[in-house]
């Protein structure tokens, strides 16, 4: 992941910024772009459901495991940030599979999950889905649980709790331990770099390589905004 300091980002400018590095996704959240810019999305601390504040990313992931083709990456521009707190965890998922027991790495190698919009296993909500959004939705992504990343040739875990609803031929009471056991693994504080927001910060993150979380620590008063680009990847192999 990188960061690129004191950036002054238009929408378009960002959108810029970010074809620097790929080619564009589309979110599946088709409601939750920038007034104005249908392509440019955003995350915020202010979508309320059924009286619970939705916190985007609140859980360790990576983004959008339940298309066939994942995104490569991922990028934020801040806003607005909250005072203090609001940090981004980040988990370094090459270090935590090299260091995974040799008969756990037997074990997993060829396994395969099922990962959908939202799990029923799902540790937390995504919040309203328009109808329209679920209409367009991509049929299910069936990825393995060790990827390997073209970029740099290294395997690492690719694990969501939050869209991963099965391991393919295994009990769910079985696949969900084994899920639990690898991401308490992952995201042990040895793995992990914080990352701090500035104003002006432009983040850029490789879903194949990491996990992150968001963190809802901070007054829910104060507003905590952040463009948000995805850019397109490949099938997991
Ligand atoms: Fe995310």
């Known amino acids: 992941m990188l960061v690129i300091r004191d950036q002054d980002l238009s929408p378009e400018g960002f959108k810029k910024a970010a074809q620097v590095f790929g080619e564009l996704q589309l979110h599946d959240k088709k409601e939750t772009h920038v007034p104005g810019h249908p392509d440019v999305y955003y995350v915020s601390n202010d979508q309320i459901v059924n009286g619970k504040r939705i916190i985007p990313g609140e859980s360790f992931h990576t983004d959008h495991s339940n298309h066939p083709a994942p995104p490569k990456a991922t990028t934020l521009f801040a806003v607005s940030l909250p005072s203090h707190g609001g940090d981004t965890q980040y988990v370094n998922m090459h270090s935590a599979y090299d260091d995974l027991p040799q008969e ?101 993150w490789d879903n194949r390589s990491v996990m992150h979380q968001a963190n809802p620590d901070y007054d829910m008063n104060e507003r905590r905004y952040l463009y948000r680009l995805m850019l397109k990847g490949e099938v997991p192999a």
Request: glycine share 6%.
């Open 104 to 204: 756990t790495k037997q074990r997993i190698d060829g396994m395969k999950a099922v990962h959908v919009y939202l799990s029923k296993y799902s540790p937390r909500s995504l919040g309203h889905l328009s109808e329209e959004s679920r209409k367009a939705l991509p049929p299910p992504g069936i990825h393995p649980l060790v990827r390997t990343n073209p970029e740099n040739g290294r395997k690492a875990l690719f694990l969501n709790p939050v869209r991963m609803e099965s391991i393919v031929g295994m009990e769910d009471e079985a696949a969900l331990a084994l899920i639990a056991d690898l991401m308490a693994h992952a995201t042990q504080q040895k793995y992990e770099y914080r990352h701090q927001w500035r104003h002006g910060d432009m983040v850029i």
